[in-house]
């Protein structure tokens, strides 16, 4: 194949140029090369191809190139129908939230609409700092529009947090502190709103994110969201005043992130005060005048007798959301609050509806709130309001007293004797003065009561928490329960961490 590719390549050279080449030079020439090209194809080296090794290499080749675009295809396909997978999830899942919405507003609108109720934070709303109860002439309209069972406005049922309130009916403020919690919030919640009450949640700031449904809810529903610090630092009252100052500001913070109400209300871990958190915390400070001990006991029957046996109209009950014994204590003491005539409000309410004079700043803590005339009322007003609570307020000698002077008041009209008459009225004076002091009396010994159920926190110079004997008579329950170490005495570790997990019952 070669020679003659070279002889006929020879040839036409010859015959295109019109050159003459002898056959013996050229036959030389070439011969040799043909002779080099036959030693090279002998040897491997630059071996001339056939026709058939190039239409082999060439189809090769055109395989090659059809494998390759196969696979670009077929990655291609791959992202096309990963595009077409996410594409479809997305619309999926925007279907199912965008349904799960509505029925959510659904439900809610139904809701709204049978209890026709409406939560005025304008008019309407409890002002804490000044402890007034605003209710402008617009708010009133309103409110008679939403009263049903009567045909003309009763001023003692008055619109609060979503419901009407019996300002006519003994009151108490049942408190959950260390929250939220969660499951165990949610179905306390479920109790209180069962029995048209509202309760007050003191949250430590920390844990708020991780249950931020249930904190929502208490605002939306009319729960009171209270301030109980950051990190429920034990030895808060210890510390500096910028440190407790911030403290309750990033609790107060998060608070008014999540829900969008700033709280008005703050409770001390462990109820102990100094001199430093007098200065730093300036909102008003709730202490309680019922300490159900639940920490300790974890049991619930124990909860309910305490409450059962104490309670009477204006206590703060303590509570704390953290154990599932505390939530079954509330779901059965806040029926049986409720069939004993008590209307359960939040402490805000408590101060707005008993008259109560509550100020932040004065590094007072407030543990109970009895009801007090408005301060506009006449002294025959405040003596009736008193003896209309007479269980807390006025001795029973005083009833006795008021009782002999009525009939004596009746005898003496039915004799119809002038001298008679004055001297009934003399003793009605009398008996009247008497079961005004007797409440005055009773109020000051109920206040210097409130004034030693605070923990004051020892000046020592070395700053060691040393409690007197008395302090340790009536030691503060969720002081020890914080600075025990879970439930466990004897475990190791994050105290704070395994006190808040302490969740189970005893």
Excluded at 66 to 77: E, F, G, I, P, V
Excluded at 233 to 261: C, H, M, P, Q, W
Excluded at 265 to 285: E, F, H, K, N, W
Aim: proline share 3%; hydrophobic share 35%.
């Amino acid at each position: 194949m070669a020679r003659n590719y070279y002889s006929d390549h020879n040839n036409r050279n010859n015959g295109g140029s019109g050159r003459q080449y002898s056959s013996g030079n050229s036959g030389n020439r070439y011969s040799s090369r043909d002779n080099r090209s036959q030693e090279r194809n002998h040897t491997g080296r630059n071996r001339v191809m056939t026709n058939a090794e190039k239409q082999e290499l060439m189809e090769r080749h055109r395989r090659a190139m059809r494998k390759k675009k196969a696979r670009q295809r077929a990655y291609t396909y791959r992202l096309i129908a990963l595009g077409c997978v996410i594409a479809v999830v997305f619309v999926v899942w925007k279907f199912v939230t965008g349904i799960t919405g509505y029925i959510t507003d659904s439900r809610q609108q139904k809701v709204d609409a049978m209890q026709n109720i409406e939560i005025n934070k304008g008019n309407d709303s409890i002002d804490v700092v000044g402890q007034t109860f605003a209710a402008e002439s617009s708010a009133a309209e309103s409110t008679e529009a939403t009263v049903e069972t009567t045909e003309a406005y009763d001023p003692t049922h008055v619109l609060s947090n979503g419901r009407y309130v019996d300002t006519t009916k003994p009151m108490v403020a049942l408190t959950w502190d260390d929250g939220p919690n969660g499951s165990t919030g949610e179905k306390i919640m479920d109790a209180l709103e069962a029995c048209n009450g509202r309760g007050t949640f003191f949250l430590v700031g920390n844990r708020i994110d991780e249950f931020a449904s249930e904190v929502q809810r208490m605002a939306a529903n009319g729960h009171e969201v209270a301030n109980h610090s950051w990190d429920h630092d034990t030895s808060l009252s210890k510390k500096s005043t910028d440190y407790i100052r911030e403290e309750f500001e990033k609790t107060n913070a998060k608070i008014l992130e999540v829900t969008g109400v700033s709280p008005a209300l703050v409770r001390l871990p462990g109820g102990i005060i100094t001199d430093a958190v007098r200065s730093a915390v300036t909102q008003p400070m709730i202490f309680w005048s019922i300490d159900t001990i639940d920490w300790k006991t974890k049991n619930a029957q124990s909860t309910v007798d305490i409450i059962e046996s104490q309670i009477k109209d204006g206590d703060v009950v303590l509570m704390h959301e953290l154990y599932s014994a505390t939530q079954a204590a509330s779901e059965e003491v806040i029926p049986w609050l409720y069939e004993q005539g008590y209307q359960l409000v939040t402490v805000s309410e408590l101060i707005a509806f008993h008259n109560a004079e509550v100020h932040g700043g004065n590094g007072k803590q407030y543990s109970s709130f009895p009801y007090a005339a408005p301060p506009d009322a006449t002294n025959a007003e405040t003596a009736a309001a008193g003896t209309t609570s007479a269980s807390s307020t006025v001795s029973e000698s005083s009833e006795k007293s008021s009782s002999k002077s009525s009939e004596t008041s009746t005898k003496a009209a039915s004799k119809e004797t002038a001298s008679e008459t004055r001297k009934s009225e003399q003793s009605t004076t009398k008996a009247a003065t008497e079961a005004e002091t007797s409440a005055t009396e009773t109020a000051a010994a109920a206040t210097e009561a409130t004034e030693a159920d605070v923990i004051e926190a020892p000046t020592e110079e070395d700053d060691t928490y040393v409690p007197t004997s008395a302090q340790e008579a009536q030691k503060v329950s969720e002081t020890a329960a914080w600075m025990a170490v879970g439930q466990n005495p004897g475990a190791g570790g994050d105290v704070q961490s395994d006190a808040i997990q302490a969740a189970a019952p005893n």
